[in-house]
C-alpha cells in the first residue's frame, strides 16, 4: 500500500487544480484568518500543510500522494493510482439512480476535496434537520480519510429512500466492535486527515463515529451498521432511516397515557360508588377490589396518592413530592408575583426552542459548524438573523453555538455601534426582555 506522503518527483504544480488549490487556501483563511501560512506562495503553503515534499539531500521535490488526491485531477490521479474512483448516486427505491455523478464524468477536477464539498452541499439541501446532515458528512469525511486508494472498487456514497451506505476499500485498523467507542485514531492517511484537520473538518480523537451513534440514537434510529468485506477488502457502513424505533416508543408512551387514564377512571368509580349512602357495605368489597386491581398502577404512579378517599376529601391536595407550588391556595395566590420573579431570573439563560424556526436554525449553520469564523462572516450571519426577527442574547448564543459574552462583547456590541443593529428597548439596556433588531434605516443610508 502507498504511503500518502510519498513524494512524486516528476509531479510539479502543473499537474495540480488552482481552482482547487484557491478553494482550499480560501477556506483556510476563513478558519485561520490569522495564520501566518496565508501569506506563503503557492508551493510553500502545500509544503506546509502536507501537499508537497522534499527529498532530503538530493534536493528533488513534487507533489506528495496526499496533496495529488487534493489537488489534482482524476485523469492524473489514475496515472499513480489505476483503481482511484469516487461516485455518488442516489434513487427513491428500486428504480434507476436518479442523481449519479462520478470522478470520471470531466464536468469537475475529480480530486476527493471537491469531491466532498459537492456532496456537503448535496446533503445540507436534502436533509432539513442539521445534525442529520453534520452526521453525514462526518461519515462521509472519515470514509475519504480511511480510504485505500490502491484498492478496488472505489469510494461510493448511496443514497436511498431509507437509508445511506458508504462503501470505501481497506479495511478498517481497529476491531469492528470498537469502532462506536474507540478514542485513539488509526491513521492510514496521515497526511490526508492533517489537510482536512486543518480546515476543521475532522480530528485526530477517534470519537467521529462515537458522536454518529450518539446522534441517530437521539433521532431513534437504527443503530449505523459496519460491515467488513474481507475477499472484496472493503468497508460498508451503513446509517438507516428507519422509524421504527421511534413508532415503538409512541406505542409505548400511548401504553403508559391508557395506564394513567384508566387509574383516574377508576378512582372516579371509587368515588361513585362511596356517594351513595345505600351501598355502604358494598364500598369497603369494592375498595379493596379496586386497591388489588389497582396495586401495580399506583405503585409505579407514586404521584397518585396512594389514600383515595384523602384525595376525595381535599381537593386541593398536591403530591408531597411536588412542592413547586403551595399546598395553600391562597398563600399561592398571594405570592404569585414572587413566583414569577423569581421564575423569570431563573431561566433567564434558557431558549425557547419553538421561537428557533428552520429557517433561523439553517441560517446559523455554517457558525456551529465551523468554531472560527472571520469577523465579517460573523456578522453577516448575526445580520441575517435579525432580518427575520428580533433575537435576545441567549438565542443568539443558541444559534451561533457560542458564549453569551463572546457574541455580546465581539460582535453585537460592535453592530451596534456601527448602526447595523438597535435594541428593541433603547432607554432601558438591562430590560429582561432586551432584544437586537437589524436597522432598516442603516440600508436606507
Known amino acids: 500500500m502507498l504511503q500518502d506522503n510519498l513524494i512524486l518527483e516528476h509531479y510539479g504544480l502543473n499537474e ?19 495564520h ?49 474512483f469516487l461516485e455518488y448516486r442516489e434513487s427513491k427505491g428500486n428504480e434507476e439512480w436518479t442523481e449519479r455523478f462520478t470522478s470520471q464524468d470531466g464536468t469537475w477536477s475529480g480530486n476527493i476535496f471537491d469531491f466532498y464539498f459537492h456532496i456537503h452541499e448535496i446533503v445540507r439541501n436534502s436533509e432539513p434537520q442539521p445534525s442529520i446532515a453534520s452526521s453525514l458528512t462526518e461519515v ?28 470505501n476499500p481497506g479495511l478498517l485498523l481497529v476491531p469492528t466492535d470498537s469502532v462506536f467507542s474507540n478514542t485513539v485514531s488509526q491513521l492510514r492517511n496521515p497526511n490526508i486527515v492533517k489537510l482536512f484537520s486543518l480546515l476543521g473538518l475532522c480530528e485526530r480523537s477517534g470519537s467521529g463515529l462515537k458522536k454518529v451513534k450518539q446522534n441517530w440514537s437521539l433521532h431513534h434510529y437504527k443503530t449505523p451498521a459496519i460491515d467488513q468485506d474481507v475477499s472484496m477488502h472493503r468497508t460498508v457502513v451503513t446509517l438507516s432511516l428507519s422509524t421504527q424505533e421511534r413508532q415503538v416508543s409512541s406505542s409505548e408512551k ?46 409505579e404512579f407514586k404521584s397518585y396518592n396512594n ?17 413547586l407550588y403551595n399546598s395553600d ?11 414569577n420573579n423569581e421564575q423569570e431570573e431563573d431561566s433567564s439563560n434558557l431558549v425557547n426552542v419553538e421561537n428557533i424556526d428552520t429557517k433561523l436554525w439553517d ?7 465551523k468554531k472560527r469564523l472571520s469577523p465579517n462572516q460573523m456578522e453577516h450571519i448575526i445580520l441575517e438573523l435579525c432580518k427575520e426577527k428580533p433575537l435576545m442574547l441567549k438565542e443568539f448564543a443558541y444559534l451561533l453555538e457560542r458564549t453569551p459574552d463572546g457574541v455580546r462583547n465581539n460582535y453585537l456590541t460592535k453592530l451596534l455601534r456601527k448602526g447595523q443593529l438597535q435594541l428593541k428597548y433603547p432607554n432601558q439596556p438591562n430590560h429582561p426582555k432586551q432584544a437586537y433588531l437589524f436597522n432598516k434605516k442603516d440600508i436606507e443610508k
Open 16 to 34: 495540480l487544480n488552482f481552482d482547487t488549490i484557491k478553494s482550499y487556501r480560501d477556506r483556510f483563511a476563513e478558519v485561520k484568518p490569522a
Open 36 to 84: 501566518p501560512w496565508n501569506a506563503l506562495e503557492t508551493k510553500e503553503f502545500l509544503y506546509k500543510v502536507g501537499a508537497w515534499g522534499k527529498v532530503r539531500d538530493t534536493h528533488k521535490e513534487g507533489v506528495t500522494l496526499a496533496g495529488l488526491l487534493l489537488f489534482s485531477e482524476e485523469r492524473i490521479i489514475t496515472e499513480v493510482l489505476p483503481q482511484y
Open 140 to 167: 462521509l469525511i472519515n470514509m475519504l480519510i480511511h480510504a485505500d486508494y490502491n484498492g478496488e472498487g472505489g469510494v461510493i456514497l448511496e443514497k436511498r429512500s431509507s437509508h445511506y451506505v458508504f462503501s
Open 254 to 299: 400511548d401504553t403508559y397515557n391508557t395506564s394513567i387514564t384508566d387509574l383516574g377512571n377508576n378512582f372516579k368509580d371509587v368515588e361513585k360508588h362511596q356517594n351513595t349512602p345505600e351501598n355502604d357495605v358494598e364500598i369497603d368489597s369494592y375498595n379493596k377490589n379496586k386497591y388489588s386491581y389497582n396495586k401495580d398502577l399506583i405503585e
Open 307 to 323: 389514600d383515595v378517599n384523602s384525595c376525595n376529601k381535599e381537593d386541593n391536595c398536591y403530591n408531597d413530592e411536588i412542592n
Open 329 to 339: 391556595v391562597n398563600s399561592y395566590n398571594n405570592n404569585h408575583n414572587s413566583y
Open 363 to 369: 441560517i446559523a449553520a455554517l457558525a456551529r459548524e
